[in-house]
């Protein structure tokens, strides 16, 4: 019995020992090394890698160097992948790529190239086969063979003959076509060759030669061509609405994105004329408050950002602000505050915007400006009342001064001795004459009635 377990026990363990060599042989075969041709102007590789479980984060990882400009890195086949300088937002990078899964193994740059958000140049990948990995060390990068020399085709062009010589690779073709027109027009010839790597033999494609026979030129008069020109905007442009604003308000752009799914990272940028309009400071969190881990560069004219989430994505499904600025107008002026989205990748899955297209249904950008409102309220003048005093009418006495009544001797009667003397004059004067006339009558009767009596 105790011999029987000591076998059971040798063949539980062997089983155990190949169960984990298998399970290491698995785990060895499922990463394969990948090689990049390294740009002279770049310092260095970076790759950046993610896939459903792995994401070893933006800018990437350095890669190592494997000498004559090819640098290698460890990853699975259809794992995505970009190869940057290492710099972030303000460096070089690859588009999107994925790792191949049929053995190619030496990513390039195939010439392709477009302006990202940054103002820098990022290039399309190509992938090759470098040769088995294990025998890649510091192997050089592969040698190109050079183009094999190709003579220019050469017209030769008479009154009535036209000779045409198209040179391929050890190959003349030599046509003569006869013409009695007097114009010939000819199509240069096109010669294309595929570079042949290694010991793979030239393909070429013979020069196609293609001749026309003009005919009489016909007079044709050209019709007139009016062109309206669209009155420019003189405001600020958001959207593709103008909006109006004045020296010294404070206003607000918002960008919103709606997404059919959360996703997993996004790379955009905002940009507006500074000349015309200042950013405000503002928090990251207060600018782009619906994502988390935002790396932001605030640049003359320009934000660009990105953020990444693998854990569980960043949620728009419903639609959400995606960034929002503030800004002072220094000049009303036209001018426009646009986002572009350059690069956008669902949580675990597909591209929605690739070099700043939308490739993916669902997915909509709109933006909108808030401006202070024009104040239209009526301006009131507030008069105070004026107080008006009223004058009663003076009541004037009229003083009647009697005339003065004097005696022969020049005095006044007992009624005028409060009365001031008052000059004779006039009227009074006559009368005072006939009555001192009178008087004196008066007195010679009584003296000449005592002389008669007496």
């Known amino acids: 019995m105790s011999k029987t377990k000591k076998v059971i026990s040798v063949v539980l363990a062997a089983t155990l020992i190949m169960a984990m060599a298998a399970v290491a042989m698995v785990s060895a075969s499922a990463a394969t090394t990948i090689y990049f041709e390294k740009p002279e102007s770049w310092d260095a590789a970076h790759a950046y890698i993610w896939d459903e479980t792995t994401n070893n984060g933006w800018a990437g990882v350095l890669m190592t160097d494997c000498g004559d400009g090819l640098w290698s890195i460890e990853a699975e086949p259809g794992a995505n992948i970009i190869f940057t300088n290492g710099k972030g937002g303000a460096g070089f990078q690859t588009a999107d790529n994925v790792v191949p899964m049929d053995g190619s193994n030496c990513a390039y740059l195939n010439g392709e190239t477009a302006t990202n958000g940054y103002g820098e140049v990022f290039d399309a990948i190509g992938w090759k086969t470098v040769g088995a990995n294990d025998d890649v060390t510091t192997t050089a990068a592969p040698t190109t063979t050079a183009a094999p020399t190709t003579t220019a085709a050469v017209v030769d062009t008479t009154a009535a003959t036209v000779e045409t010589t198209a040179a391929t690779v050890e190959t003349t073709v030599a046509e003569p076509v006869e013409t009695t027109a007097e114009v010939v027009e000819t199509t240069a010839a096109v010669v294309e060759t595929t570079v042949a790597t290694e010991d793979e033999p030239v393909e070429t494609t013979a020069a196609v030669v293609e001749t026309t026979v003009a005919t009489e030129p016909e007079e044709t008069t050209a019709a007139p061509v009016e062109t309206t020109v669209a009155a420019e905007a003189d405001g600020i442009v958001v959207g593709g609405e103008e909006y109006t604003a004045k020296v010294g308000d404070t206003i607000t752009y918002t960008a919103t994105l709606k997404t059919p799914k959360a996703i997993e990272n996004i790379q955009a940028t905002t940009k507006y004329d500074a000349t015309k309009l200042a950013l405000v400071d503002a928090t990251v969190a207060e600018r782009f408050p619906n994502m988390t881990g935002v790396v932001a560069n605030a640049a003359e004219g320009a934000?660009?950002?990105?953020?990444?989430?693998?854990?569980?994505?960043?949620?728009?499904?419903?639609?959400?602000?995606?960034?929002?600025?503030?800004f002072e107008v220094l000049d009303a002026s036209y001018s426009e505050i646009t986002t572009t989205i350059e690069e956008m990748v669902e949580f675990f899955g597909i591209d929605y915007i690739t070099g700043g297209e939308i490739v993916a249904d669902g997915v909509a950008v709109t933006e909108n400006l808030e401006v202070p409102a024009e104040d239209t309220t009526p301006t009131t003048t507030v008069v105070e009342p004026t107080t008006t005093t009223t004058v009663e009418p003076t009541t004037t006495t009229a003083v009647v001064v009697e005339p003065t009544q004097t005696d022969a001797k020049g005095t006044t009667g007992a009624d005028s001795e409060d009365k001031p003397d008052v000059p004779p004059t006039g009227a009074n004067v006559a009368i005072y004459a006939v009555l001192a006339t009178l008087a004196m009558a008066a007195a010679a009767v009584v003296v000449l009635r005592k002389k008669v009596n007496g």
Do not use: C, M, R
């Open 303 to 326: 934000i660009y950002f990105n953020a990444s989430e693998i854990s569980a994505g960043f949620d728009f499904t419903g639609g959400a602000t995606l960034v929002t600025l503030q």
